[in-house]
């Protein structure tokens, strides 16, 4: 598995790049955070053999492959949306169920894979994207236009198609016990099979792209747009 070319969609690589969105976008995607969806103040604990829970744990808190994830307010359509925010319960969501970013709608799939829209990482290894793990959630036909146009994390990016978008894991972050408690350590990604994973609070669920191809048309269409 490759994680070079991770997203950096909370955090992670290029925070920069990520401050101004390039213009005004016309539509607000579902996976975008509101200002007042904010994370729930929840004290974290280190269990004996069960690695990182809250200390009042409840199921909810964890998916379906036993993930720790966030406890986030969900108020969709409240006060004002930050695009450069993603809200990771609706992040999990749209990438379980394989569901278009911007409208909770079906991704486009058809014999070249589904569709996903990427940054442009091509040098980061030869034959890019395939085996990147991707917290990226697909797209619509639809909707591709309009998020290439505006979106912080995807201008510019590539129209990517994917037979097998595998699921992984979750990229969060890491924490171990120290002699004080428990310390973050960092971003992680990690596979659902890895034991690792017990020490890891979710921030995206992370598919493997296999099976790619790089949509030329519908990129070049893209770049177009952006640039108008
Ligand atoms: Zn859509």
Redesign the pocket.
């Known amino acids: 598995m490759n994680e070079s070319s991770l997203p950096a969609l909370n955090e992670g690589r290029s925070p920069s790049a990520v401050s101004s969105p390039p213009r005004r976008p016309s539509v607000i995607p579902v996976i975008t955070a509101f200002s007042n969806e904010q994370p729930v103040k929840s004290a974290l604990v280190a269990r004996p053999r069960l690695g990182l829970a809250y200390r009042d744990e409840v199921s909810a808190d964890r998916d379906d492959d036993c993930a720790l994830w966030p406890r986030m307010r969900i108020i969709p359509g409240s006060r004002r949306p930050e695009f450069t925010r993603v809200h990771p319960l609706r992040q999990r969501e749209l990438m379980r169920e394989m569901l ?1 970013q ?2 909770r ?1 079906e991704a486009a799939h058809d014999a070249r894979g589904w569709l996903f829209l990427l940054p442009d990482a091509r040098a980061d290894w030869p034959g890019w994207p395939e085996t990147m793990a991707n917290g990226h959630p697909p ?2 036909e ?2 591709v236009e309009p998020v290439a146009a505006f979106c912080p994390h995807l201008v510019g990016g590539l129209a990517v198609r994917v037979k097998q978008p595998v699921l992984h894991g979750v990229y969060g972050t890491e924490y171990r016990l120290s002699p004080n408690g428990l310390v973050a350590i960092g971003p992680k990604t990690v596979s659902y099979e890895d034991p690792a994973l017990a020490w890891v609070l979710a921030a995206q669920m992370v598919r493997i792209l296999n099976g790619c191809s790089i949509d030329e048309p519908l990129t070049a269409r893209l770049a177009r747009r952006a640039v108008r």
């Open positions: 278009c911007v409208c709608e797209l619509c639809e909707c």
